[in-house]
C-alpha cells in the first residue's frame, strides 16, 4: 500500500483511502507515505445496532480507528446508513451528533438498500427524504465539510443526486471504473450507471450541475477552512 499510494501521490493529486480498520502504526505508514483521506463510515451509532449489523466486529475499534485517523491528520470521512433495520429517529440524531463531536470532515450518508444475496434481503428499503434530512441537518451542525451526493439517493428517486446537492450535499462521485468491472461492485440492486462508459457518467453529471447553476470547483477538494 505504501509504494502504491507514494505512485499515486507523483501525479499531485488528493489520495482519499477506504481501507477498513487498522493499527494507528498502519495509519501512521499510510499518513507518512502521503495519503491525505480517510474514508470508514460508522454506518451507526446505535452500539446494539451496530453489534447486530457487524457481528464479528467491534463497536468501540470501529471508533478507535476514526479517532486515530483524526489525530494523525487525515481528513477524516465517516457517515451512516438511514432505514436500517431498528433503526430509530434518536438514533439518527446521536448519529449527527457524533460527526460533530469527531469533528469529521467529510460525511457520507445514505438510504440503506437491501441486496438480495444478503441476511438482510427482506429488510424495507430507507426513506429517500430521510436520509434527506440527516444530511440537512449534518449540514447545519457541520457547515464548512464536504458530504456527497450518493449514487444510492439517485437509486431511489431520480433526480436524487440533484436534490440532495441542494439539500446540504457539496460533492459528487462519478464511477470512472471501466465498464467490463462496474457490475462486480454489486453493493446494492439497481445502482445507476452500471453500463455506462465513464465519459458518458462524467459528461451526465457535470451537465446535471450546471443545469442547478452551479460550477464545477478545480481544486482538490479539502474542507474549507473555518
Known amino acids: ?84 433495520p431498528d433503526q430509530t429517529i434518536e438514533s439518527l440524531a446521536d448519529d449527527i451528533l457524533f460527526f460533530k463531536e469527531l469533528d469529521a470532515d467529510m460525511v457520507g450518508i445514505g438510504p440503506f438498500i437491501p441486496h438480495e444475496q444478503t441476511p438482510l434481503k427482506d429488510a424495507q428499503k430507507g426513506d429517500f427524504w430521510l436520509a434527506l434530512k440527516v444530511m440537512g441537518l449534518t449540514r447545519i451542525n ?43 461492485y454489486e453493493i446494492y440492486p439497481g445502482k445507476i450507471c452500471i453500463n455506462d462508459q465513464p465519459e458518458k457518467c462524467r459528461g451526465c453529471i457535470e451537465a446535471k450541475i450546471k443545469s442547478i447553476g452551479r460550477t464545477i470547483s478545480q481544486n482538490k477538494g479539502f474542507r474549507k477552512s473555518r
Do not use: W
Open 1 to 84: 500500500m505504501i509504494e502504491i499510494i507514494r505512485e499515486i501521490k507523483k501525479n499531485d493529486v488528493a489520495l482519499t483511502l477506504s481501507i477498513g480498520e487498522k493499527t494507528y502504526d498502519e495509519y501512521k505508514a499510510f499518513k507518512d507515505a502521503g495519503a491525505d483521506r480517510y474514508l470508514l463510515r460508522i454506518e451507526t451509532t446505535d452500539k446494539k445496532l451496530y453489534e447486530n449489523m457487524h457481528p464479528h466486529a467491534s463497536y468501540e475499534n470501529r471508533k478507535r480507528c476514526l479517532y486515530d485517523l483524526k489525530s494523525l491528520g487525515f481528513e477524516t470521512g465517516t457517515g451512516c446508513l438511514v432505514g436500517l
Open 142 to 184: 457541520l457547515p464548512n465539510i464536504n458530504i456527497p451526493a450518493t449514487t444510492a439517493m439517485e437509486t431511489l428517486n431520480p433526480n436524487g443526486r440533484i436534490i440532495a446537492l441542494q439539500s446540504g450535499a457539496n460533492v459528487v462521485m462519478p464511477n470512472v471504473t471501466s465498464t467490463e468491472y462496474r457490475a462486480k
